[in-house]
């Protein structure tokens, strides 16, 4: 996926000039532009930027600003700065507020392209992998502590998104202008991404306070009531329903009908019931209930409070102990966080 | 009798090594153990425990969470045989699920086995 490079300057003949010379590394990346801070702020939230290189005199919005604002929303896009008036004191200065590098006007346009690309492969000096899967991935991270700055991209979308890590610990995520966890959910959704290393963390904040597993395991669940969670909630087999027998827990194997939404009484649409197809008593599943319960006594579980079936198929169960067990059938779309509160409370 | 590789073992260890997942079995569609690693004190219980009544009563099952006041446990039916993990609380099921999709192929979800 190519990159793009933002090149801000009030000089418009430069800006076009610079655009033009860029053409032959389109390859590398595409140079979008922006004649002072403010359009480029806008750009910066319209696209996803790999690098910018911005003059420092312009007019409304200056580089200055500009590269304050980088630095607090986007401390990992590198900054190149053009300037005319080149001293040693303001080259110090510039690169003090957080410019990756410094560029004396007049220049070459292919020495600035050289500067551009050798930044842009920085994002991928730790290696590029493909179709991986995210959160494997990041329990590496997170295991060997590594501190880094992970280029996210998905593949389906071309969205791009950013994780910083130091010392293994999740600090930040961002898209575009947005961060946090926000961001860090939205990625973690995507499937098989491409990720990108690089070797070093600009952040030192911990924006996000949550630990990995926890962010992920939010990230899953969102997903999951977003319904777009692996398949395993969605295949059917193609057969009727089981007929499901008595199960011997005292060695007995008495035939019994199929656990069916027999005795099943319609739901209306309150809305705490949102996603529940019915509920009503079905012995058929007692078997499985009172072996349920043995085994967690075996492990001293505690009382088994309840019981999520997936059958394929069929509607998938909510089971509940009792003299009979009580079933709920949830409806084939049954929101994650319907069946999260009937399991947990 | 389906023989469990030595890769397949290890990577059935490692799922103990994720956060409070107490205990891994695997049985046979008929009930027969094949595999069991647990943590601690958690197995000493479980050597009597009726697997094959089990297997029978929960044949039309595909995938089962069973929430216990301390513990939750995880089942799952594949090609190969039934997926067994104890856990605790803080173990996260929809990584448990993602851990067994991508580690071992072999126990992706399978069709429940009803006549």
């Given at each position: 996926?190519?990159?793009?490079?933002?090149?801000?300057?009030?000089?418009?003949?430069?800006?076009?000039?610079?655009?033009?010379?860029?053409?032959?590394?389109e390859t590398v990346f595409t140079t979008l532009l922006a004649e002072d801070g403010e359009e480029a702020v806008q750009t910066l939230k319209d696209h996803a930027i790999s690098i910018v290189v911005t003059d420092l005199h312009m007019p409304k919005m200056?580089?200055?600003?500009?590269?304050?604002?980088?630095?607090?929303?986007?401390?990992?896009?590198?900054?190149?700065?053009?300037?005319?008036?080149?001293?040693?004191?303001?080259?110090e200065k510039v690169l003090a507020t957080g410019a990756a590098g410094f560029m004396e006007k007049p220049f070459v346009v292919e020495d600035l392209a050289a500067s551009i690309i050798v930044s842009l492969e920085k994002e991928s000096e730790g290696g590029t992998l493909h179709t991986v899967s995210i959160d494997m991935f990041l329990q590496l991270i997170e295991m060997e502590q590594k501190t880094c700055t992970i280029r996210v991209i998905n593949k389906e979308t071309e969205k791009k998104g950013v994780l910083f890590f130091k010392g293994g610990n999740l600090l930040d995520a961002r898209i575009r202008d947005v961060n946090g966890k926000e961001a860090a959910y939205e990625i973690f959704s995507w499937d098989s991404p491409s990720l990108s290393i690089q070797d070093t963390c600009v952040m030192n904040k911990k924006v996000i306070q949550e630990d990995l597993q926890a962010v992920l395991f939010d990230a899953m669940r969102l997903k999951d009531e977003a319904g777009e969670d692996e398949s395993a909630f969605q295949e059917s087999p193609d057969e009727e329903?089981?007929?499901?027998?008595?199960?011997?827990?005292?060695?007995q194997a008495p035939q019994k009908t199929p656990p069916q939404q027999t005795a099943v009484e319609p739901v209306t649409q309150d809305p705490q019931q949102k996603g529940i197809a019915g509920t009503g008593p079905d012995a058929a599943w007692d078997p499985l209930m009172t072996l349920g319960a043995k085994l967690g006594s075996a492990i001293n579980a505690g009382n088994f409070k309840t019981c999520y079936v997936d059958r394929g198929k069929e509607n998938r169960l909510v089971l509940l102990p009792g003299d009979v067990t009580t079933v709920v059938t949830l409806e084939k779309n049954c929101p994650g966080d319907v069946i999260l509160r009937l399991l947990y409370e | 009798m389906i023989d469990i590789d030595d890769e397949t073992k290890t990577i059935f260890k490692d799922l103990l090594s994720f956060d409070d997942v107490q205990g891994v079995i695997f049985l046979s569609h008929s009930g027969e153990r094949l595999f069991s690693e647990y943590e601690g004190e958690t197995g000493s219980n479980l050597k009597n425990f009726d697997w094959t009544a089990f297997t029978h009563a929960s044949k039309c099952i595909r995938e089962a969470e069973l929430v216990f006041g301390n513990n939750?446990?995880?089942?799952?039916?594949?090609?190969?045989?039934?997926?067994?993990?104890?856990?605790?609380?803080f173990a996260t099921i929809a990584m448990i699920r993602l851990k067994c999709n991508e580690l071992i192929p072999a126990v992706n979800p399978d069709d429940p086995d009803c006549e």
């Open positions: 996926m190519q990159k793009k490079a933002l090149i801000v300057d009030d000089d418009r003949i430069l800006r076009h000039l610079v655009k033009k010379k860029f053409k032959a590394h200056d580089g200055f600003e500009l590269l304050a604002h980088m630095s607090a929303k986007y401390p990992d896009i590198p900054v190149i700065v053009l300037t005319a008036y080149g001293s040693p004191k303001s080259k329903p089981p007929p499901a027998e008595k199960a011997a827990t005292e060695n | 939750r446990i995880f089942y799952r039916r594949t090609e190969l045989g039934q997926f067994i993990i104890i856990m605790g609380w």
